[in-house]
């Protein structure tokens, strides 16, 4: 149904750039309303401004009241006691320091022992020997000795060929014994022979290089690394060879596997650690007290 001609009122746009005029018809009430449409719409422009003044004003209070906090913090730790550190505490926490670091050193000794099949030693003695020279250093100066000392024996204990290249029982000692392929014959047996199964695992006793990994003769398949001070250690009969010449190793990782190579009655590791070239008792480098 079209609506009555008294509800509809008709407006008249001109165009000062155009001649001519157009005319656009709109319901007589929106017309009546028109001022209570801008009414309202200056209305929610008013109470959005005067919200957002307001707020603003409460962010300038909190950063004011965020500073005012600030200034007494800064007031309050002014006002604290400073404590303060004397001499002997000083002194006191130096030599616990001092502590700390030998006691390092010899839980290094310690795995370096444990690695060999060695039993590791007791630390409780540390502290001097209660001479009348010793009596005369400071903790300082006791603290000090110890722990240049624990260091130099560190890399050297590292480096010395200590204890067993595996936990197993003897098979065959040092020196001269009857020749296994010769009942007859008495033959010099250079080094100490642990019992195994082909296949059981080989760690060397020392950190060092690997100087031959290959066919030696008799030996059959053989390692032999160089250690400080003129110290070889040789490791023979194996099954597997697992270094290349040439390697670092360090003490307690495992180089091969024990077998039957060479001239051999059956599986072993055969073992020899030897002193600018010649062979010595390893016996006396088994343990730290030999």
Not at 42 to 67: A, D, M, R, V
Not at 124 to 136: F, H, L, P
Not at 186 to 197: C, S, T, W, Y
Request: with cysteine; glycine share 12%.
């Amino acid at each position: 149904m079209n609506a009555k001609r008294k509800d509809v009122s008709t407006v008249i746009i001109l165009n000062k750039n155009q001649h001519g005029t157009k005319t656009l018809q709109i319901k007589t009430k929106h017309i009546s309303r028109f001022k209570h449409y801008v009414l309202g719409v200056l209305g929610i422009i008013i109470c959005l401004s005067g919200t957002i003044i307001y707020l603003n004003k409460q962010n300038q209070k909190q950063e004011q009241e965020k500073q005012r906090l600030m200034a007494q913090i800064v007031s309050l730790k002014g006002q604290l006691p400073v404590k303060e550190v004397n001499k002997a505490d000083k002194d006191k926490e130096t030599a616990q320091s001092y502590i700390q670091a030998i006691e390092n050193k010899l839980q290094k000794i310690n795995g370096y022992l444990r690695k060999r099949g060695l039993p590791g030693f007791s630390t409780k003695s540390v502290g001097g020997n209660g001479d009348t020279e010793s009596a005369k250093l400071t903790d300082k100066e006791k603290y000090s000795l110890y722990d240049e000392y624990l260091g130099r024996l560190t890399k050297t204990m590292a480096a010395t060929p200590l204890g067993y290249p595996r936990i197993s029982s003897f098979t065959s000692f040092f020196g001269y014994r009857s020749d296994p392929f010769d009942n007859g014959a008495a033959e010099f047996h250079p080094g100490i022979d642990f019992k195994g199964q082909k296949g059981d695992g080989v760690k060397c006793t020392a950190t060092g290089t690997v100087v031959f990994a290959g066919w030696f003769g008799g030996y059959g398949k053989c390692i032999r690394i160089q250690h400080i001070g003129g110290l070889e250690t040789l490791y023979g009969h194996l099954s597997r060879i697992e270094v290349k010449v040439g390697q670092k190793v360090e003490v307690g990782d495992r180089i091969g596997a024990v077998g039957s190579t060479g001239h051999s009655t059956g599986a072993h590791l055969h073992y020899e650690v030897r002193k600018n070239g010649k062979p010595v008792n390893p016996v006396k480098y088994l343990t730290v007290n030999s």
